[in-house]
């Protein structure tokens, strides 16, 4: 055992429990073995090491066990990233790729460096050409990594693909063709989706489903292998962000519709009867809401003014019942639902806003004729409710993996969950360096107007002293309304959401440049790597300001994981305020008491900061609940279209 193995080995022990300390000991004591082979592959020219790896790549299809394998193709691999990218692996990034392999979630924090990490597992897994899927949040991050890493894969003779949201099919064909496939988790369970619509599409024209799934040539439409975008068997895949994809992500199931069409003028005319309704309806006096179940439910009065409210005839003429529940999901998009917060308009259309990513997501749609609501609401074209639909949530599909990892820099409050739903033991892996990011107490504020006085004041403060600042925000609206508030103080700075998506790279690029300011939502809440500019570090590094504490803790950490990394000195401080959204899960009574309260005395931070960690705490605690809701409906979904022989994914 080397000076480096033991001591790491050592370190895995005392830290951490059983059974994550058994997994990484495991790990630890193949370092000196990687090591080995790494400096025999030191002495390999470029073109020896692309035939060493044609060897490994041989042996692994020639039955050889990739467990076997392992220390070799780490070694190899290890060299050629040190030779391409200019990065050597850690010991630990080097023990938490082990750990990908074996199938686990390795949970490493943020900037550590997991980008890097996941490549030996990928290297290694791709070595019988049964293909590898890096899955992780959106389409930035998904192109960073595959640019960032494809040298190394190209050095070892292994090609990469990306899949990008709007690509076409002849584009995600070549993707997947590729060894290795990196794209954002929604698009390759998307795919999934639309491989098998296309498929039903042919089963409806007498071919039995089962039978062109199979085959899907027999019916003469498509040659086979044309109709199927994604291939059969889904081998291995690497979930980044494992959290946000396998958690937050996973409250709601992807959804995809056949061609959407302009709905009929009757239908149209119902949507915009209820929309009419809605916008003369009180709270209280013709609704209630419901804030735990979110529900809107008309009260006698509402049902007696949409009574006489000249209620629809014709071939729509719906029960009475029915357009009681369209003015109430009418209401729901009116109350609930907010322009540049949860959708944009663009070109005539809604475009929905992914709430823990912050990104356009151009080809979803709500359900239940909620999208069709918000569209009456908006005044743009309405569409219809299609027929078909192809459903999965991401816990199913994920399980159709043979082998499944994942990482993030947040896994542990959600530890249980993971090896629930997804058999994934969380394996905590030790930073390389110690982490010495500041984090500042949150300040609270009687409500947003005094806050944001407060987060400019302290902006001008850190720009002084030739610092970075990044500051988050929880939607589109507020990421605009604080940037007027810095115009308005001479504040020169950048914003970054999904108006302004197009710049992203060239946005994070420059974000950590002394006296940079930055305002950005979820968009780079996650993943995104600030490279700190000249003399930053001297003055304190980047520091990262909340403006609003979100759903869940590990959402609030990802964002203060923008700071301090790689060993890195930063701050990170939450700036709060009493009419923040978190503090509607107080219930509304209670969070008007409190801003009114704030009104008639000076508020002391202490004894309010506790209440935003009940708020979230119940949040976490809803969300937890309607995950688990999903999964026994999806559950039973699948089991009643199994019984009538059909696809399990399409109704
Ligand atoms: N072995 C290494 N040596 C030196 N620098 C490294 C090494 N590995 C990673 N880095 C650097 O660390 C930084 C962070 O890397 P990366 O973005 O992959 O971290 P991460 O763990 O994915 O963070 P997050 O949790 O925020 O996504 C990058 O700038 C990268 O170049
Ligand atoms: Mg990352």
Avoid at 488 to 506: D, F, P, S, T, Y
Avoid at 523 to 537: C, E, S
Avoid at 625 to 643: G, N, P, S, T
Wanted: hydrophobic share 40%; proline share 4%; glycine share 8%.
């Amino acid at each position: 055992m080397s000076r480096l193995g033991m001591p790491l080995v050592n370190q895995f022990y005392r830290l951490f429990g059983s059974k994550s300390e058994r997994w990484l000991a495991r790990a630890a004591l193949r370092v000196d073995a990687i090591r080995y082979h790494e400096a025999q592959a030191a002495k390999l020219s470029d073109d020896e090491i692309r035939h060493q790896s044609m060897r490994l790549r041989g042996r692994a299809r020639g039955g050889e066990t990739l467990d076997r394998l392992l220390p070799e193709a780490f070694g190899l691999v290890t060299e050629a990233a040190r030779r391409t990218l200019n990065l050597r692996l850690y010991d630990v990034q080097l023990a938490g790729a082990q750990v990908l392999h074996m199938g686990a979630l390795a949970e490493l924090a943020t900037g550590e460096g997991k980008t890097l990490t996941a490549v030996p597992a990928v290297y290694l897994n791709a070595l019988n050409g049964k293909g590898v899927h890096v899955a992780t949040v959106n389409d930035y991050l998904a192109r960073r990594d595959a640019e960032w890493m494809e040298p190394v894969y190209q050095l070892l003779g292994l090609s990469v693909g990306v899949l990008q949201m709007q690509m076409q099919d002849q584009q995600r064909i070549k993707a997947y063709r590729s060894d290795i496939t990196y794209g954002m988790a929604s698009e390759f369970g998307f795919d999934f989706l639309r491989d098998r619509l296309r498929i039903k599409g042919q089963a409806s024209q007498g071919v039995p489903f089962w039978e062109a799934w199979q085959n899907p040539g027999s019916n003469g439409a498509a040659k086979a292998g044309e109709s199927r975008v994604q291939p059969e068997f889904l081998h291995y895949a690497i979930v980044d962000e494992a959290d946000s994809i396998l958690i937050d992500e996973a409250r709601t199931p992807l959804i995809i519709s056949t061609a959407t069409q302009q709905a009929s003028p009757e239908e149209q005319v119902v949507y915009h009867w209820a929309n009419r309704l809605a916008q003369m309806m009180a709270f209280n006096e013709h609704y209630t809401f419901d804030h735990k179940k979110q529900k809107i439910e008309l009260t006698e009065s509402g049902r007696h003014l949409a009574r006489y409210a000249n209620p629809p005839v014709g071939p729509h003429s719906h029960a009475m019942d029915k357009l009681f529940e369209h003015v109430e999901r009418s209401i729901f998009a009116h109350v609930r639902y907010h322009r540049d917060v949860h959708y944009m308009i663009e070109n005539n259309k809604v475009v929905i806003i992914d709430e823990y990513t912050g990104r356009r997501m151009p080809d979803r749609h709500w359900r239940d004729g909620l999208h069709q609501a918000v569209e009456a609401k908006e005044g743009v074209p309405i569409n219809k409710q299609s027929d078909h639909a192809a459903q999965v949530t991401f816990q199913n599909f994920f399980k159709l993996y043979k082998k499944l990892a994942g990482m993030t820099g947040t896994a542990a409050p959600n530890n249980r969950e993971f090896a629930r739903v997804y058999k994934l033991p969380v394996v905590v892996v030790p930073t390389n360096r110690p982490v010495i990011r500041e984090h500042l107490p949150d300040r609270v504020f009687p409500n947003e107007e005094v806050k944001f006085t407060a987060v400019v004041a302290k902006v001008k403060e850190l720009i002084d002293q030739g610092r970075a600042v990044l500051i988050g925000t929880r939607s589109v609206e507020k990421s605009e309304a604080l940037s007027a508030k810095l115009t308005a103080a001479g504040i020169v700075h950048q914003v970054l959401n999904a108006r302004q998506h197009e710049l992203e790279a060239k946005v994070v690029a420059k974000a950590g440049e002394p006296g940079a300011v930055t305002i950005a939502t979820n968009m780079a809440g996650r993943g995104t790597d600030i490279k700190l500019g000249a003399g930053v570090a001297e003055s304190g590094g980047l520091f990262v300001m909340g403006t609003e504490r979100h759903d869940a803790r590990r959402i609030d950490r990802q964002l203060a994981g923008r700071c301090g990394r790689q060993g890195d000195p930063g701050s990170a401080q939450f700036f709060l305020a009493l009419d923040d959204e978190l503090l509607e899960a107080l219930g509304a009574e209670k969070q008007q008491a409190l801003i009114q309260e704030g009104q008639r005395r000076p508020i002391q931070s202490d004894r309010y900061r506790r209440l935003f960690d009940v708020a979230q705490k119940r949040m976490e605690a809803r969300h937890y609940k309607q995950r688990i809701d999903l999964m026994a409906y999806d559950r039973h979904r699948q089991e009643v279209l199994k019984d009538l022989g059909a696809d399990p994914y399409v109704d």
